[in-house]
């Protein structure tokens, strides 16, 4: 499988690196502070494709962390907050749509 | 039900300890992700958008009532509290922990469950008709060649590689419920005219990016030579099967590219080189098999008891029983099915609680067994008909009582995008909202046998190149567009569905489906004649200019 690295990086608005937790599973997003947090907010935004290439880079690296790290488009809101950039990400950023058979 | 012996016990004990320990390695960072994954799906672990996903395999659709205990526990200690019932007789649980795995293992390995084979370029699961044993009609119970098959496929160390994937059904009845059509080996069991027990083997089918129905490479296969032949088929794909383009790597390519004579030539030439060896099965090892199955002992009862006479006056217990209730080959009993296709649910999903008041019925009603079938509802196999009202009134406590098995609220639907990281659009609220439009009973009866598949991207794990109305989920610029086609079948006349036109988006599919079923009932000749024969009589023309005239 082509590392991440390896792949052509577009990036057509602010975007961030997201990955799942490697214990849990759960989603989680790159922060300025090199760390991973599961609030959006956090995520730290890029811009530029050299400046994605560097975060998704150090976001990989981290193997034990997280895993599957991409580069995913975020909209930002009036408070200059990241929001979800289309449907998969808002699903994985505030579950899925339905109701589930029990209610967590 | 079949009794493991003590080889499998260990086996799937061992195979805990081994991948506790690989875990273990994981989170410590001494294997990589790229070390670990392979491992990882070979025992069902897959990564999805929220969490990992944990496959469990159901050999054959059968299982007793203290292994859906533990299933119900598994999802209420290591997940959200509910499973999901797959197409192909396995349970996934969405929101599994890794680091919380091993212990879920170790508690199904204790029931002798496992998820060894659910994922990975290996042999799947194999599947089998989820009446097996109980089915009027059936020649033999197939669950006994689909063990052998398990058995020999299990950690097989020339298979464990394949190019991609591979996946067996068996039926044997003339009635297909296993799909083996669309399966890369699929096996109908019959007897030649000298009484012998053998196989029709179908080769090459499967759905995904490029659909195929399965073709007949040998007529008749006799039983003892099952496993000679179809290691022989094996090798073949191991050989030649692409390893170069996951897309071109599974064997329905292969026998495409090369043409079914050509495959099959390869295949003979390959089986006389083995047939007389190892692999040929003398009657002792499958009578072995055959004793390790456990089977009810009937009482003699009455077709029509009075329990069941007095309670054909209730309406709402005859459209259940209507719709749910099927002939048993013994007399007084029947196989119930249980839907779980509720109005505005998740197709396939069961609550713990659900799944534990099911397993405490199946121990009242039906021998403690209880089954599962690849259109994503279960079955109690062994119901007395005089327990048929009791039956009733206590599913229906537990919402397992909607009266819609095989119509067109009945569908079978992938997880798509609200949980699985291949798809491209949703497949659940589609069937929800579907769900919601023909919640009148009254209509749906009207309608009669409909199926309707969904798949959130082309992998087609909602198989629904073969629903009689499939709805495929495709992106189109960000947003969720549907391509809808008509006319599949997954029985024994397995059939492709026609495209019908345009991809519609989201908010229009449930429309287009009410329009479809609009113009069946104003075309179909009589109320007997089902949608998917009218198709069949009159091709998809008439639809899609029903559909198309104002959009």
Known sequence: MTSPLEQKIRITGPSVVTANRTWDGAVVYRTTGRDWSTDLADAAVVRAVPDARALLAESVADDVGAVGAYIAPVEIGDGGKPAPGNLREHIRATGVTIALAVQA | MYAYDEIDRTLIHERVSEFRDQVKRRLSGELTEDEFKMLRLQNGVYLQLHAYMFRVAIPYGTLSSKQLRRLAHVARRYDRGYGHFTTRQNIQFNWIKLAELPDALADLADVGIHSMQTSGNNTRNVTSDQWAGVAPGELEDPRIWSEILRQYTTLHPEFSF????????ITASAHDRAA?????????????????TGFEVLVGGGLGRTPFIAKTIRPFVHGRDLLSYVEAIMRVYNQYGRRDNIYKARIKILVHELGIEKFAQEVEEEWQQIRDGDLRLDDATIEDIRSRFTYPVYEKLPHMPDELRKAAHDPLFERWRKNSVFPHKAQGYSIVTISLKPVGGPPGDASAEQMDALADLAD????????????????????????????????????????????????????????????????????????????????????????INISGCINACGHHHVGHIGILGVEKNGEEFYQITIGGRADEQAALGTLIGPSVPF??????????????LA???????????????????????RVYATR
């Open chain 2, 507 to 520: 908010h229009e599919v449930a429309d287009v489906v009410e329009d479809i079923v609009e113009a069946y």
């Open chain 2, 523 to 545: 075309l179909r000749t009589t109320p007997d004649e089902l949608f998917i024969d009218t198709v069949q009589r009159l091709g998809v023309e008439p639809f899609r200019e």
């Open chain 2, 364 to 451: 009242k009603y039906s021998f403690g067994e209880i089954r599962v079938g690849h259109e994503q509802n279960l079955a109690l196999p062994h119901v007395a008909r005089r327990d048929l009202p009791a039956l009733w009134q206590a599913l229906h406590r537990i919402g397992l009582a909607t009266p819609n098995v095989n119509l067109v609220s009945d569908i079978i639907a992938c997880p798509g995008l609200d949980y699985c990281s291949l798809a491209n659009a949703r497949s659940i609220p589609i069937a929800q909202e579907l769900t919601r439009r023909f919640a009148n009973h009254d209509t749906a009866d009207l309608i009669g046998r409909l199926h």
């Open chain 2, 162 to 169: 394949l190019p991609r994937k591979f996946k067996f059904a």
């Open chain 2, 180 to 196: 083996i059509k669309i399966h890369d080996i699929g096996l109908r069991l019959y007897k030649n005219e000298q009484g012998e």
